[in-house]
C-alpha cells in the first residue's frame, strides 16, 4: 500500500549539531508539507514544496532547510540545532490544490 | 483574530451520546474543510472533508458546513471511549496550498 514515512522515529541530538528528518511518501504527491507542534501552538508549517526543485518557507522557516530533488523524498535540515527546535514534527502530502492531505506518523525531536 | 478557532475543551459527554464539536474561520474565500483526529502521541488522522454548503455523513461522523456563517462542524453519533482524543479543524483559503489548522478541541468520551 501506498504510505508516508518518517525517519527516525525519536532523536536526540546536542545543541549546535546539523540534524536532517527524512520524509518518504510512495503516493507519487506533488504537495509535500513540514510541520511543528508544540503545546499551546498546534500545528505550525516549517516548509513546503509543490513539486520537485520547489521549495517555500512557512511561518517557522528560522533555522530549517529543505530540498527536494524527487517527487518521494522531502527531507528537513535543521542547520545548527537549538533547544527552541525541540518538538514533534511532521511531514505530510497531498496530490493537488483542494485535495485531502495526509501525515506522517512523527518524529519527535530532543535538542539537549 | 486567529484564522481557524477552535474551543480548546475539554468536551466532555457520556459514552453513546452525540458531540459536537465547532470550528470557525476567518478567511470568506476559503474552499476546502477537513476534520482530523489526533490520539495523543500520534500524528492527525483525516476523518472527514467537506467542500460545499450542507451536511456530509460518514457512518457515525457527520460534516456540516454553512460557508455564510463561516463555520464547519463535526458531530459524532454514538460517541465511543475510543473517540476520545484532539479534533482539529483544518480550512484551505482559495488560492494556497496551505492548509490553515486550528488549535484542535479536545473530546472526552465518558464511559
Known amino acids: 500500500d501506498a504510505e508516508i514515512t518518517q525517519s527516525p522515529r525519536h532523536k536526540i541530538t546536542e545543541t549546535g549539531r546539523q540534524v536532517t528528518l527524512a520524509c518518504h511518501q510512495t503516493?507519487?504527491?506533488?504537495?509535500m508539507f513540514w510541520y511543528r507542534q508544540d503545546l499551546g501552538h498546534g500545528l505550525r508549517l516549517i516548509h513546503y514544496?509543490?513539486?520537485?526543485?520547489?521549495?517555500n518557507k512557512g511561518e517557522v522557516s528560522d533555522g530549517y532547510s529543505v530540498s527536494r530533488s524527487n517527487t518521494e523524498d522531502l527531507p528537513l535540515t535543521l542547520e545548527s540545532a537549538a533547544s527552541s527546535q525541540t518538538s514533534v514534527y511532521f511531514c505530510?502530502?497531498?496530490?493537488?490544490?483542494?485535495?485531502?492531505?495526509?501525515f506522517g506518523p512523527g518524529t519527535r525531536l530532543t535538542v539537549t | 483574530q486567529k484564522e481557524v478557532e477552535q474551543n480548546s475543551g475539554p468536551l466532555s459527554v457520556p459514552e453513546g451520546a452525540i458531540a459536537s464539536l465547532n470550528c470557525t474561520y476567518s478567511?470568506?474565500?476559503?474552499?476546502?474543510f477537513f476534520w482530523y483526529r489526533q490520539y495523543s502521541g500520534k500524528s492527525p488522522e483525516l476523518i472527514m472533508s467537506?467542500?460545499?454548503?450542507g451536511d456530509k455523513e460518514d457512518g457515525r461522523f457527520t460534516a456540516q458546513l454553512n460557508k455564510a456563517s463561516q463555520y464547519v462542524s463535526l458531530l459524532i453519533r454514538d460517541s465511543q471511549p475510543s473517540d476520545s482524543a484532539t479534533y482539529l479543524c483544518?480550512?484551505?483559503?482559495?488560492?494556497?496550498?496551505?492548509?490553515?489548522f486550528g488549535s484542535g478541541t479536545r473530546l472526552l468520551v465518558r464511559p
Open positions: 483544518a480550512v484551505k483559503g482559495d488560492s494556497s496550498y496551505k492548509l490553515i
Open positions: 505530510a502530502s497531498r496530490p493537488g490544490l483542494n485535495t485531502e492531505q495526509y
Open positions: 503516493w507519487n504527491h506533488n504537495n
Open positions: 478567511d470568506r474565500v476559503s474552499q476546502s
Open positions: 467537506i467542500y460545499s454548503n
Open positions: 514544496s509543490y513539486g520537485v526543485q520547489d521549495t
